[in-house]
């Protein structure tokens, strides 16, 4: 079954509390993680910061040198600002459901535990790929809030074929017509977690009031399916 030419409906959507999880390792963006390889030289730190940032994203991104995204739809002076705008301008080669290699997209779930599913299932797909369950990662949420109308994918069968669990051909392509028409993005049932909803935001002046939640630890102890504790 293809997808339809037309576009999903509309729904006014104000959602507080989304959820978010990204590596802890990167929820505190104002470290960087190349001061103690300066070793307390400023000069050396200088350089090392020009080497990283010709080919960081997100600085890229924030200069107009992206050809996914422009400037003008980047964030700043708001809190975690470097954080939403890495969202957008760091997106995986392949892409992922409804984004291109090109260009990102903010990506949350309405409660945590569909976002740690989510998280789960991409992380264990690695450790598929080589053939070790033998890891512990830890996850910040971070929590958001939307009030905006979105492209709502729920309860209607013909957009099926977007929610393919194992493709995002097309997907993919319903998103690139969406955000030429100028959606603010998606609104879809997880199909990682039986009943969760997920929100993909196109524009990354429509994610407000970021800020951490809880933090949690997600270890893989030869099995597929991960323990997951709270850290805080």
């Not at 999880?21 to 307390?40: H, K, N, Q, T, Y």
Request: hydrophobic share 40%; charged share 25%; aromatic share 10%.
């Amino acid at each position: 079954m293809g997808v339809p030419r037309a576009i999903p409906r509309l729904t006014a959507l104000r959602r507080f509390d989304t959820c978010r999880l990204i590596p802890s390792r990167f929820a505190d963006a104002e470290d960087s993680v190349l001061a103690p390889l300066a070793g307390g030289d400023d000069a050396l730190l200088r350089d090392l910061f020009d080497l990283d940032n010709a080919t960081n994203d997100r600085l890229r991104g924030e200069s107009g040198l992206l050809p996914g995204i422009g400037v003008d739809e980047l964030v700043f002076g708001v809190p975690n600002f470097r954080i939403i705008n890495a969202a957008y301008t760091y997106a995986r080669p392949e892409g992922s459901r409804f984004n291109d290699g090109e260009r990102g997209a903010w990506y949350c779930a309405f409660e945590a535990e569909t976002a740690l599913a989510e998280v789960a299932f991409h992380k264990t797909v690695e450790y598929q790929e080589i053939g070790r369950f033998d890891d512990s990662v830890s996850y910040q949420a971070l929590l958001a809030d939307f009030s905006a109308g979105f492209h709502d994918l729920r309860d209607d069968d013909a957009w099926a074929p977007c929610l393919d669990p194992g493709s995002y051909v097309a997907s993919q392509g319903l998103a690139a017509r969406l955000l030429d028409a100028g959606s603010m993005g998606v609104i879809y049932p997880s199909v990682r977690h039986a009943g969760g909803t997920n929100l993909a935001c196109f524009r990354p002046a429509l994610v407000g009031n970021v800020r951490k939640g809880h933090a949690y630890r997600l270890t893989w102890a030869g099995s597929p399916i991960p323990q997951v504790e709270p850290i805080r």
